[in-house]
DNA sequence: AGCTGTCGTTGATTTATATCAACAATAACC
DNA sequence: GGTTATTGTTGATATAAATCAACGACAGCT
């Protein structure tokens, strides 16, 4: 059973900081052992940002990498005309910022109150040839999001707007509590962010999703008023639709 | 001005392989050492494979990682219905194969004949420990690799028929020998694959992509009647189509 | 509490692209 | 070298999702 550690939500830049961080076991800076972590809190600093920040704008020079210890971050790329497409969504124990260029490919804004790491450059520079460890646990980071993005190509690509909402929910879901029950019913979805960025996270309107929502409602497949919070009722339902197995 | 090396293309396993690849230093063999070069030749095997060789099956255990030292290999994701999605064509220099997980989440076939360098995971592993540039070389191509997915993702999911095939073909162009000519016209595009892989790349059908190549070649911005060669009359004219700046 | 703006839903209509269909061109093969 | 299969093109029609439009439900503000 994992140690239980309490979180700090104040900004610090104090030694103890990361060996007191919850969330370190699931991001890269489990990379860094225990008793280095006052390198690692040296590193980076702890930043709390409100809804709707901006933290990366697309084409600014390169210079940060963050890491989200709370709250969700939504990355995205535009058209010049407007039209954009979110390619993720960064929650907890996800980084962004990464990049091999000069400047960033992609923009970046908090979608509720979030709570990020910043670590310079060079910072994490250092980091990676310091700690192999690190390192090695980015690269796989990164190779999980390389495997996240094929899939949702995979949806922008080939799947139907039902397809695609029903992959969206799936993706969402808060793993339900390992109680030993067999079926899976009433799983939450964790939905922060606004039809309008969930639109341009599927490739569709606003319009369309919003149906597609009130029609998985109606055939009790999910449930909740609360926009923002789903209970999905047939997990198994879910995947067949997700998957294109649509026995209607 | 780098040394040009002659390239062998017999399948050899001898120590001397890898200092003679032409091909090296645009791939994350560049990671390792000249002097360490026949450790990297002995953890590594050179194979040939014709077109539509089956390199990996979706869903089977992640035994190898490849290199591509010649052609281009098609990689992809599939629904049980048999819709596909082409994530991505891996040309010389690219790697493929990487992965954390146990099992493959996408397939790999080879378009044309392909020369590939295969490590079996073990061996990889030792190779990523044991040189740190390697590791990082690899960390760099795979960022890469995902701000390429997340631009994809923009193309699948926001643009249309007209300016998925221009961002195509100026992905694809060959890059205009640097012979400091001011304006590049009629550079080459190198299409090996056919008309179902471009689709199955773009998100379209055989029939969208061919009227769509059509109607680029009736208003002069591309020529070529051989359907694995054409030639681009106006990039910048492409290039505004490919960003959704239509002047028609 | 009442106003104001944002966000979400639902309905009517349009449209870009898919689908269906036929044929042309190229490549593969005996 | 002519036949067959594969690959690509073009046209007619259907359709899923976009667009246009109106309204409902909140959340924030004074």
Do not use: W
Request: include cysteine; hydrophobic fraction near 35%; aromatic fraction near 6%.
């Amino acid at each position: 059973m994992p140690l239980r550690r309490r979180f700090t939500p104040e900004a610090r830049t104090d030694v103890h900081r990361c060996l007191v961080c919850e969330i370190r076991e699931h991001s890269v800076c489990n990379g860094i052992d225990d008793t280095e972590l006052a390198i690692l809190a040296q590193a980076s600093k702890r930043l709390t940002l409100p809804p709707g920040t901006a933290m990366i704008e697309e084409g600014t020079p390169a210079l940060s990498f963050f890491n989200v210890t709370s709250g969700t971050v939504k990355l995205f790329k535009s058209l010049p005309d407007g039209r954009r497409q979110i390619t993720g969504f960064a929650d907890v124990g996800h980084f962004l910022g990464l990049t091999t260029a000069k400047t960033y490919s992609f923009g970046a804004e908090t979608v509720d109150t979030v709570q990020v790491c910043r670590f310079l450059r060079p910072q994490l520079e250092t980091l990676l040839t310091d700690y192999p460890q690190f390192e090695r646990r980015l690269l796989d980071e990164v190779t999980d999001e390389l495997a996240e993005a094929q899939e949702q190509m995979l949806l922008l690509g080939r799947k139907t707007a039902r397809e695609r909402v029903a992959s969206f929910l799936l993706n969402r879901m808060i793993p339900p509590a390992p109680a030993g029950q067999g079926k899976t019913e009433g799983c939450l979805v964790s939905l922060p962010m606004t039809r309008v960025d969930i639109a341009d996270y599927l490739g569709l309107t606003i319009e369309t999703v919003s149906r597609t929502i009130s029609a998985l409602r109606r055939e009790q497949t999910i449930t909740g008023t609360d926009n923002h919070g789903i209970r999905v009722l047939s997990v198994t339902r879910l995947r067949d639709l997700a998957s294109g197995q649509d026995s209607r």
